[in-house]
Protein backbone atom coordinates (compact mmCIF):
# COMPACT_ATOMS: atom_id res chain seq x y z
CA UNK A 1 0.00 0.00 0.00
CA UNK A 2 0.96 3.37 -1.09
CA UNK A 3 2.13 6.02 1.94
CA UNK A 4 2.38 9.06 2.68
CA UNK A 5 4.65 11.11 5.18
CA UNK A 6 3.72 13.04 7.71
CA UNK A 7 5.19 15.92 9.06
CA UNK A 8 6.84 13.89 12.12
CA UNK A 9 8.71 11.26 9.28
CA UNK A 10 5.95 8.48 10.46
CA UNK A 11 3.99 7.33 7.26
CA UNK A 12 0.30 6.80 6.97
CA UNK A 13 -0.88 4.38 4.43
CA UNK A 14 -2.75 6.58 1.55
CA UNK A 15 -5.73 4.39 1.61
CA UNK A 16 -8.10 3.42 4.77
CA UNK A 17 -11.27 2.46 5.65
CA UNK A 18 -13.72 4.78 7.39
CA UNK A 19 -16.36 3.92 10.16
CA UNK A 20 -19.13 6.66 10.69
CA UNK A 21 -22.44 5.04 11.03
CA UNK A 22 -20.99 1.64 12.44
CA UNK A 23 -21.64 0.75 16.03
CA UNK A 24 -24.83 2.30 16.01
CA UNK A 25 -26.81 -1.17 16.25
CA UNK A 26 -25.71 -4.87 17.72
CA UNK A 27 -27.55 -6.95 14.71
CA UNK A 28 -24.66 -4.77 12.05
CA UNK A 29 -22.33 -5.30 14.16
CA UNK A 30 -20.67 -9.03 13.02
CA UNK A 31 -20.72 -7.38 9.52
CA UNK A 32 -18.91 -4.69 10.56
CA UNK A 33 -16.35 -6.82 12.11
CA UNK A 34 -15.77 -8.60 9.12
CA UNK A 35 -15.73 -5.79 6.32
CA UNK A 36 -12.77 -4.05 8.73
CA UNK A 37 -10.94 -7.34 8.96
CA UNK A 38 -11.43 -7.80 5.16
CA UNK A 39 -9.80 -4.68 4.80
CA UNK A 40 -6.67 -5.20 6.94
CA UNK A 41 -6.72 -8.50 4.87
CA UNK A 42 -6.44 -7.00 1.79
CA UNK A 43 -4.13 -4.14 3.03
CA UNK A 44 -6.01 -1.18 4.18
CA UNK A 45 -4.56 -0.62 7.36
CA UNK A 46 -5.67 2.52 8.34
CA UNK A 47 -8.70 2.63 10.23
CA UNK A 48 -10.56 6.36 10.98
CA UNK A 49 -13.17 6.41 13.86
CA UNK A 50 -14.22 8.95 16.24
CA UNK A 51 -15.78 8.86 20.04
CA UNK A 52 -18.54 10.68 18.54
CA UNK A 53 -19.81 7.47 15.82
CA UNK A 54 -22.29 5.47 17.26
CA UNK A 55 -21.73 6.82 20.52
CA UNK A 56 -18.41 4.86 20.77
CA UNK A 57 -19.91 2.23 19.56
CA UNK A 58 -17.46 2.17 16.55
CA UNK A 59 -14.45 2.58 18.39
CA UNK A 60 -15.74 -0.64 20.12
CA UNK A 61 -16.20 -1.96 16.49
CA UNK A 62 -12.74 -1.36 15.52
CA UNK A 63 -11.30 -2.97 18.82
CA UNK A 64 -13.06 -5.88 18.43
CA UNK A 65 -11.99 -5.80 14.19
CA UNK A 66 -8.07 -4.86 15.26
CA UNK A 67 -7.71 -7.41 18.24
CA UNK A 68 -4.57 -9.31 18.06
CA UNK A 69 -3.05 -7.65 15.09
CA UNK A 70 -2.82 -4.39 16.64
CA UNK A 71 0.39 -3.63 15.75
CA UNK A 72 -0.06 -3.83 11.84
CA UNK A 73 -2.82 -0.88 12.36
CA UNK A 74 -3.05 3.10 11.57
CA UNK A 75 -5.36 3.90 13.90
CA UNK A 76 -7.12 7.28 13.85
CA UNK A 77 -9.72 8.64 16.03
CA UNK A 78 -10.89 12.36 17.21
CA UNK A 79 -11.80 14.14 19.72
CA UNK A 80 -15.01 16.17 20.04
CA UNK A 81 -14.66 20.05 20.40
CA UNK A 82 -16.50 20.10 23.66
CA UNK A 83 -13.73 17.35 24.92
CA UNK A 84 -10.80 19.27 24.29
CA UNK A 85 -9.94 21.29 27.54
CA UNK A 86 -6.42 20.14 28.39
CA UNK A 87 -8.12 17.70 30.75
CA UNK A 88 -10.75 16.85 28.83
CA UNK A 89 -8.85 15.42 25.85
CA UNK A 90 -6.65 13.43 28.08
CA UNK A 91 -10.50 12.10 29.46
CA UNK A 92 -11.64 11.53 25.72
CA UNK A 93 -8.25 9.64 24.76
CA UNK A 94 -8.70 7.35 27.87
CA UNK A 95 -12.00 6.50 27.34
CA UNK A 96 -11.85 6.09 23.55
CA UNK A 97 -8.07 4.06 24.28
CA UNK A 98 -10.37 1.36 26.46
CA UNK A 99 -12.93 0.98 23.82
CA UNK A 100 -10.41 0.21 21.07
CA UNK A 101 -8.49 -2.32 23.48
CA UNK A 102 -4.96 -0.34 23.01
CA UNK A 103 -2.90 1.87 24.68
CA UNK A 104 -1.97 4.33 21.67
CA UNK A 105 -3.41 5.90 18.97
CA UNK A 106 -1.27 6.80 15.43
CA UNK A 107 -3.14 10.16 15.03
CA UNK A 108 -5.53 11.66 16.95
CA UNK A 109 -7.85 14.59 15.52
CA UNK A 110 -10.10 17.22 16.98
CA UNK A 111 -13.24 16.79 14.86
CA UNK A 112 -14.09 20.08 14.45
CA UNK A 113 -13.17 23.72 15.91
CA UNK A 114 -15.10 24.32 19.11
CA UNK A 115 -15.27 27.00 21.93
CA UNK A 116 -12.04 25.56 23.94
CA UNK A 117 -8.97 27.90 22.88
CA UNK A 118 -6.60 26.40 20.12
CA UNK A 119 -3.51 26.43 22.64
CA UNK A 120 -5.51 24.69 25.60
CA UNK A 121 -6.58 21.77 23.13
CA UNK A 122 -3.12 21.70 21.17
CA UNK A 123 -1.10 22.10 25.05
CA UNK A 124 -3.58 18.67 25.97
CA UNK A 125 -2.76 16.83 22.46
CA UNK A 126 1.10 17.46 23.30
CA UNK A 127 0.90 16.07 26.71
CA UNK A 128 -0.28 13.18 25.31
CA UNK A 129 1.73 12.82 22.76
CA UNK A 130 4.70 13.08 25.25
CA UNK A 131 2.92 10.37 27.58
CA UNK A 132 3.50 7.87 24.43
CA UNK A 133 -0.72 7.78 24.05
CA UNK A 134 -0.87 9.22 21.23
CA UNK A 135 2.36 9.36 18.24
CA UNK A 136 1.29 11.97 16.09
CA UNK A 137 -1.92 15.01 16.36
CA UNK A 138 -4.18 17.00 14.18
CA UNK A 139 -7.24 19.04 13.12
CA UNK A 140 -10.25 18.12 11.34
CA UNK A 141 -13.10 20.62 9.44
CA UNK A 142 -10.25 22.93 9.37
CA UNK A 143 -10.06 26.01 6.71
CA UNK A 144 -6.96 27.47 5.70
CA UNK A 145 -7.52 30.56 8.24
CA UNK A 146 -7.90 28.06 10.97
CA UNK A 147 -4.90 26.49 9.91
CA UNK A 148 -2.60 29.44 9.47
CA UNK A 149 -3.69 30.63 12.97
CA UNK A 150 -2.81 27.24 14.95
CA UNK A 151 0.30 26.53 12.79
CA UNK A 152 1.25 29.88 14.59
CA UNK A 153 0.74 28.39 18.29
CA UNK A 154 2.97 26.57 20.10
CA UNK A 155 3.32 22.52 18.93
CA UNK A 156 1.32 23.96 15.53
CA UNK A 157 4.12 23.17 13.84
CA UNK A 158 3.60 19.77 14.68
CA UNK A 159 0.59 19.30 12.87
CA UNK A 160 0.02 16.13 11.23
CA UNK A 161 -2.39 16.53 9.08
CA UNK A 162 -6.55 18.30 8.53
CA UNK A 163 -9.29 16.08 7.90
CA UNK A 164 -11.68 17.39 5.34
CA UNK A 165 -14.30 16.69 2.93
CA UNK A 166 -12.96 16.22 -0.57
CA UNK A 167 -14.24 14.55 -3.30
CA UNK A 168 -14.76 15.08 -7.31
CA UNK A 169 -18.44 17.10 -6.29
CA UNK A 170 -16.40 19.10 -3.67
CA UNK A 171 -13.16 20.51 -4.78
CA UNK A 172 -13.09 23.94 -2.79
CA UNK A 173 -10.26 23.11 -0.69
CA UNK A 174 -8.14 23.22 -4.00
CA UNK A 175 -8.44 26.86 -4.02
CA UNK A 176 -5.69 27.48 -1.13
CA UNK A 177 -6.43 24.60 2.00
CA UNK A 178 -4.42 21.78 0.17
CA UNK A 179 -1.93 24.12 -1.78
CA UNK A 180 -1.06 25.69 2.06
CA UNK A 181 -0.99 22.11 3.21
CA UNK A 182 1.30 21.32 0.14
CA UNK A 183 3.41 24.05 1.35
CA UNK A 184 4.08 22.56 4.43
CA UNK A 185 4.02 18.60 3.65
CA UNK A 186 0.95 18.11 5.26
CA UNK A 187 -1.82 15.39 3.93
CA UNK A 188 -4.92 15.93 3.65
CA UNK A 189 -7.21 13.53 4.63
CA UNK A 190 -10.35 13.19 2.11
CA UNK A 191 -13.72 12.01 4.11
CA UNK A 192 -16.52 11.26 2.40
CA UNK A 193 -14.88 10.18 -0.78
CA UNK A 194 -17.82 8.79 -2.65
CA UNK A 195 -20.14 11.53 -1.14
CA UNK A 196 -22.41 9.12 -0.05
CA UNK A 197 -24.48 8.39 3.25
CA UNK A 198 -26.55 5.36 3.98
CA UNK A 199 -29.11 8.28 3.98
CA UNK A 200 -28.75 9.69 0.52
CA UNK A 201 -28.15 8.10 -2.34
CA UNK A 202 -24.91 9.81 -4.06
CA UNK A 203 -25.19 12.09 -6.90
CA UNK A 204 -21.78 12.10 -7.59
CA UNK A 205 -22.10 8.01 -8.14
CA UNK A 206 -24.61 8.63 -10.84
CA UNK A 207 -22.71 10.90 -12.64
CA UNK A 208 -22.35 10.20 -16.47
CA UNK A 209 -18.83 11.55 -17.12
CA UNK A 210 -17.76 9.31 -14.08
CA UNK A 211 -19.43 6.12 -15.52
CA UNK A 212 -17.93 6.54 -19.10
CA UNK A 213 -14.55 7.17 -17.49
CA UNK A 214 -15.08 4.10 -14.48
CA UNK A 215 -15.97 1.80 -17.95
CA UNK A 216 -12.78 2.70 -20.13
CA UNK A 217 -11.42 1.50 -17.22
CA UNK A 218 -13.12 -1.49 -16.45
CA UNK A 219 -14.09 -0.51 -12.91
CA UNK A 220 -16.91 1.06 -10.89
CA UNK A 221 -18.05 4.65 -10.53
CA UNK A 222 -17.06 4.35 -7.13
CA UNK A 223 -13.70 3.12 -7.59
CA UNK A 224 -13.27 5.80 -10.26
CA UNK A 225 -13.98 8.45 -6.93
CA UNK A 226 -11.78 7.12 -4.86
CA UNK A 227 -8.69 6.29 -7.65
CA UNK A 228 -8.66 10.39 -8.56
CA UNK A 229 -8.00 11.05 -5.17
CA UNK A 230 -5.81 8.75 -4.53
CA UNK A 231 -3.91 10.15 -7.67
CA UNK A 232 -3.94 13.84 -6.00
CA UNK A 233 -0.61 13.64 -4.35
CA UNK A 234 -0.40 13.87 -0.41
CA UNK A 235 -3.96 12.62 -0.02
CA UNK A 236 -5.17 10.37 2.20
CA UNK A 237 -8.51 8.67 1.27
CA UNK A 238 -11.07 6.86 3.59
CA UNK A 239 -13.58 5.76 2.16
CA UNK A 240 -16.30 3.48 4.59
CA UNK A 241 -18.04 0.13 3.41
CA UNK A 242 -19.73 -2.67 5.16
CA UNK A 243 -20.27 -4.50 2.31
CA UNK A 244 -17.33 -7.06 1.54
CA UNK A 245 -18.06 -6.16 -2.08
CA UNK A 246 -17.57 -2.69 -1.18
CA UNK A 247 -14.49 -3.08 0.26
CA UNK A 248 -12.86 -5.22 -2.12
CA UNK A 249 -13.73 -2.50 -5.00
CA UNK A 250 -11.94 -0.22 -2.67
CA UNK A 251 -8.67 -1.91 -1.89
CA UNK A 252 -8.51 -2.53 -6.02
CA UNK A 253 -9.11 1.21 -6.97
CA UNK A 254 -5.32 1.57 -6.01
CA UNK A 255 -4.87 -0.36 -9.47
CA UNK A 256 -6.65 2.28 -11.34
CA UNK A 257 -4.07 4.77 -13.21
CA UNK A 258 -5.43 7.77 -14.83
CA UNK A 259 -4.25 9.56 -17.39
CA UNK A 260 -4.00 13.54 -18.22
CA UNK A 261 -6.69 12.75 -20.79
CA UNK A 262 -9.01 11.34 -17.57
CA UNK A 263 -8.36 13.84 -15.33
CA UNK A 264 -9.14 16.66 -17.87
CA UNK A 265 -12.38 14.76 -19.20
CA UNK A 266 -13.21 14.86 -14.92
CA UNK A 267 -12.15 18.36 -14.85
CA UNK A 268 -15.09 19.05 -17.49
CA UNK A 269 -17.40 17.48 -15.58
CA UNK A 270 -16.37 18.40 -12.03
CA UNK A 271 -15.43 21.77 -12.37
CA UNK A 272 -11.71 23.12 -9.98
CA UNK A 273 -12.76 25.89 -8.01
CA UNK A 274 -12.53 29.29 -9.57
CA UNK A 275 -13.10 31.44 -6.35
CA UNK A 276 -12.58 31.24 -2.28
CA UNK A 277 -15.39 29.16 -0.69
CA UNK A 278 -16.26 28.33 2.78
CA UNK A 279 -14.81 24.96 3.55
CA UNK A 280 -17.86 22.53 3.04
CA UNK A 281 -18.62 19.91 6.36
CA UNK A 282 -20.80 17.30 6.63
P1 LIG B 1 -18.28 7.62 1.97
O1 LIG B 1 -17.10 6.79 2.34
O2 LIG B 1 -18.12 8.63 0.89
O3 LIG B 1 -19.51 6.68 1.60
C1 LIG B 1 -19.92 5.61 2.38
C2 LIG B 1 -21.10 4.96 1.67
O4 LIG B 1 -20.69 4.50 0.38
C3 LIG B 1 -21.67 3.75 2.39
O5 LIG B 1 -23.08 3.79 2.21
C4 LIG B 1 -21.07 2.56 1.64
O6 LIG B 1 -21.93 1.45 1.62
C5 LIG B 1 -20.94 3.11 0.25
N1 LIG B 1 -19.79 2.52 -0.46
C6 LIG B 1 -18.55 2.27 0.03
N2 LIG B 1 -17.76 1.73 -0.91
C7 LIG B 1 -18.52 1.64 -2.03
C8 LIG B 1 -18.26 1.16 -3.33
N3 LIG B 1 -17.06 0.65 -3.68
N4 LIG B 1 -19.28 1.21 -4.24
C9 LIG B 1 -20.49 1.74 -3.90
N5 LIG B 1 -20.79 2.21 -2.68
C10 LIG B 1 -19.80 2.16 -1.75
O7 LIG B 1 -18.87 8.41 3.22
P2 LIG B 1 -18.50 8.69 4.73
O8 LIG B 1 -18.71 7.50 5.57
O9 LIG B 1 -19.20 9.95 5.04
O10 LIG B 1 -16.93 9.07 4.72
C11 LIG B 1 -15.89 8.14 4.91
C12 LIG B 1 -15.29 8.23 6.29
O11 LIG B 1 -14.73 9.53 6.51
C13 LIG B 1 -16.29 8.11 7.45
O12 LIG B 1 -16.75 6.78 7.61
C14 LIG B 1 -15.50 8.67 8.58
O13 LIG B 1 -14.56 7.73 9.06
C15 LIG B 1 -14.83 9.86 7.89
N6 LIG B 1 -15.61 11.12 8.04
C16 LIG B 1 -15.08 12.13 8.78
C17 LIG B 1 -15.78 13.31 8.98
C18 LIG B 1 -15.17 14.41 9.80
O14 LIG B 1 -15.87 15.35 10.17
N7 LIG B 1 -13.89 14.34 10.08
C19 LIG B 1 -17.05 13.49 8.39
C20 LIG B 1 -17.57 12.46 7.61
C21 LIG B 1 -16.83 11.28 7.43
P3 LIG B 1 -21.76 0.16 2.57
O15 LIG B 1 -21.33 0.65 3.93
O16 LIG B 1 -23.13 -0.42 2.55
O17 LIG B 1 -20.74 -0.77 1.96
Not at 104 to 116: I, M, P
Not at 122 to 132: C, F, H, I, P
Not at 226 to 246: E, T
Request: glycine share 8%; aromatic share 4%.
Amino acid sequence: MRTVRLPSGRTMPALGQGTWNMGESKSARGAEVAALRLGLDLGMHLIDTAEMYGDGGAEEVVGEAIAGRRDAVFLVSKVYPHNASRAGVRQACERSLRRLGTDRLDLYLLHWRGSVPLAETLDGLLALQREGKILDFGVSNFDRDDMVEAAGLPGGAAIATNQVLYNLVKRGVEWDLLPWMHQRHMPLMAYSPLESSPAESSSLLRNATLATVAARHGVTPAQLAVAWLLHQPNVVVIPKAVQLAHVEQNRAAVNVLLSAADMAELDQAFAPPRRATPLAMR
